[in-house]
């Protein structure tokens, strides 16, 4: 795969960005070892404590298989591991592989602060999903490799519905109007303890709305597109949905979104229907005790064609283009994405695998929770639509201004009209300051 040279932006201000702007847009020199010189890479990733447990096991079986190269592992948190990750870039001291996210492939890549990938001899991506390909490349380079797939669903708390005798729906039809009533009716059976349905007002949540209208977040070129009447539209429905008690007050979101899983809402059984990623499912059951059914959005017609998901990335393999390490990190990243052996190891946790011969061989092994997430994710395939842009450099924060625009909203602070001009002009100052 041939891909032309990234071009270099300026760095905005603003503490990442700061930060990063404080790295040279050369790469690292290159000292990437003979077969048999020892070396040292650095590896960068948040998890728990069993991903970070798993993510060790895989380590020891590379190190194995690569006598010569020897990982220091560095874990974290996802709170923190972005203002790192920024510090020690700009440092001159980033790790060697970097777990990333999507909504930071611009962000690292297109300030040349990651590998183009595709320019290493040593990764195979003829085997892996194109789409999934494409979700981490920027401006013709590939920044990262997918660890896996996923998707935004509304998990369904069976033992919810069960309590508050209303039948789950039918998502291969189901309307926004019906997911409403759906949840209102199980707000009623609940008398104030228990709630229908969770706000869903993080990113991915106003793209796959922005979708069934035709629009998107961001545009190919890195802009806003949509109509702020149809962002209004958005808050408007999370509105009808307090006012119509289908979704807790305000007070008890803005509690509960502060809330880790073992205490929230819906880890304690007590909302019916959240958006959550699929890759969640098996920790959510083992949490709730329930059996949690997934379920595509609702959208506008009942066509389930038409609901605007999209597979996601659930996060990337990326390096440093300061390594001076190249091969070597990208030796061990094309372990993580080809070899059967770390495929056996990582299994689901990270997304389905993009590499089918991967998700073939772990199929059998796989727990009841991720056989189900593959089959879910293969079920929906003929309504998914194309991934939508990589959000542009600036774009890293979008998602906690969307939540803060859904509190003042919510609050009656802001109409949600108000909230939507106002998160348009907040935002494209955002992407303009990046620009600069």
């Given at each position: 795969?041939?891909?032309?040279?990234?071009?270099?932006?300026?760095?905005?201000?603003?503490?990442?960005?700061?930060?990063?702007?404080?790295?040279?847009?050369?790469?690292?020199?290159?000292?990437?070892?003979?077969?048999?010189?020892?070396?040292?890479?650095?590896?960068?990733?948040?998890?728990?404590?069993?991903?970070?447990?798993?993510?060790?096991?895989?380590?020891?079986?590379?190190?194995?298989?690569?006598?010569?190269?020897?990982?220091?592992?560095?874990?974290?948190?996802?709170?923190?591991?972005?203002?790192?990750?920024?510090?020690?870039?700009?440092?001159?001291?980033?790790?060697?592989?970097?777990?990333?996210?999507?909504?930071?492939?611009?962000?690292?890549?297109?300030?040349?602060?990651?590998?183009?990938?595709?320019?290493?001899?040593?990764?195979?991506?003829?085997?892996?999903?194109?789409?999934?390909?494409?979700?981490?490349?920027?401006?013709?380079?590939?920044?990262?490799?997918?660890?896996?797939?996923?998707?935004?669903?509304?998990?369904?708390?069976?033992?919810?519905?069960?309590?508050?005798?209303?039948?789950?729906?039918?998502?291969?039809?189901?309307?926004?109007?019906?997911?409403?009533?759906?949840?209102?009716?199980?707000?009623?059976?609940?008398?104030?303890?228990?709630?229908?349905?969770?706000?869903?007002?993080?990113?991915?949540?106003?793209?796959?709305?922005?979708?069934?209208?035709?629009?998107?977040?961001?545009?190919?070129?890195?802009?806003?597109?949509?109509?702020?009447?149809?962002?209004?539209?958005?808050?408007?429905?999370?509105?009808?949905?307090?006012?119509?008690?289908?979704s807790p007050p305000a007070t008890v979101a803005t509690e509960d979104s502060g809330a880790g899983l073992e205490e929230s809402l819906f880890g304690t059984n007590r909302v019916g229907m959240a958006w959550w990623w699929t890759n969640q499912l098996g920790s959510l059951e083992a949490t709730t005790g329930s059996s949690i059914k997934m379920l595509r959005a609702p959208s506008k017609d009942g066509s389930a064609a038409d609901n605007g998901m999209y597979y996601k990335p659930t996060m990337f393999w990326s390096?440093?283009?300061?390594?001076?390490?190249?091969?070597?990190?990208?030796?061990?990243?094309?372990?993580?994405?080809?070899?059967?052996?770390?495929?056996?190891?990582?299994?689901?946790?990270?997304?389905?695998?993009?590499?089918?011969?991967?998700?073939?061989?772990?199929?059998?092994?796989?727990?009841?929770?991720?056989?189900?997430?593959?089959?879910?994710?293969?079920?929906?395939?003929?309504?998914?639509?194309?991934?939508?842009?990589?959000?542009?450099?600036?774009?890293?924060?979008?998602?906690?201004?969307?939540?803060?625009?859904?509190?003042?909203?919510?609050?009656?602070?802001?109409?949600?009209?108000?909230?939507?001009?106002?998160?348009?002009?907040?935002?494209?100052?955002?992407?303009?300051?990046?620009?600069?």
């Amino acid at each position: 795969m041939t891909i032309p040279t990234v071009s270099r932006r300026k760095f905005q201000l603003g503490a990442a960005a700061l930060a990063l702007s404080l790295l040279a847009t050369g790469c690292g020199a290159s000292t990437s070892p003979s077969s048999n010189e020892e070396v040292t890479l650095r590896f960068a990733w948040w998890g728990n404590e069993y991903l970070n447990a798993q993510t060790e096991k895989v380590i020891d079986a590379f190190e194995a298989e690569h006598p010569n190269i020897k990982i220091e592992s560095e874990p974290g948190e996802w709170a923190s591991y972005w203002d790192k990750l920024a510090t020690k870039t700009a440092a001159n001291d980033a790790p060697d592989v970097i777990q990333m996210d999507q909504k930071y492939i611009a962000e690292y890549g297109g300030r040349g602060a990651l590998l183009d990938l595709s320019k290493q001899e040593g990764i195979d991506t003829s085997k892996l999903d194109k789409e999934a390909l494409a979700s981490g490349q920027y401006e013709d380079a590939q920044y990262g490799l997918s660890t896996g797939q996923n998707a935004y669903v509304i998990m369904a708390n069976t033992k919810v519905f069960e309590a508050a005798n209303v039948p789950l729906p039918d998502d291969t039809k189901w309307t926004w109007d019906e997911f409403i009533e759906t949840a209102s009716k199980i707000s009623a059976a609940g008398d104030g303890k228990n709630y229908g349905a969770a706000y869903g007002s993080n990113e991915a949540d106003l793209i796959i709305w922005l979708r069934q209208h035709g629009e998107n977040l961001y545009s190919e070129d890195g802009k806003l597109d949509f109509d702020t009447k149809t962002a209004a539209s958005f808050w408007e429905r999370l509105k009808e949905q307090r006012d119509s008690k289908a979704s807790p007050p305000a007070t008890v979101a803005t509690e509960d979104s502060g809330a880790g899983l073992e205490e929230s809402l819906f880890g304690t059984n007590r909302v019916g229907m959240a958006w959550w990623w699929t890759n969640q499912l098996g920790s959510l059951e083992a949490t709730t005790g329930s059996s949690i059914k997934m379920l595509r959005a609702p959208s506008k017609d009942g066509s389930a064609a038409d609901n605007g998901m999209y597979y996601k990335p659930t996060m990337f393999w990326s390096a440093s283009s300061r390594s001076k390490h190249p091969e070597a990190a990208a030796t061990f990243i094309n372990y993580l994405a080809n070899s059967p052996d770390a495929g056996a190891i990582l299994m689901t946790d990270r997304g389905v695998p993009t590499n089918t011969e991967i998700v073939e061989g772990i199929t059998p092994s796989l727990k009841s929770a991720d056989t189900t997430v593959v089959g879910f994710l293969k079920d929906i395939a003929p309504d998914m639509e194309e991934a939508p842009p990589v959000p542009p450099v600036g774009a890293g924060s979008v998602q906690n201004v969307i939540k803060r625009y859904t509190d003042e909203v919510l609050y009656d602070r802001l109409t949600p009209e108000a909230a939507a001009e106002a998160f348009k002009k907040e935002v494209e100052g955002m992407l303009a300051g990046a620009r600069k």
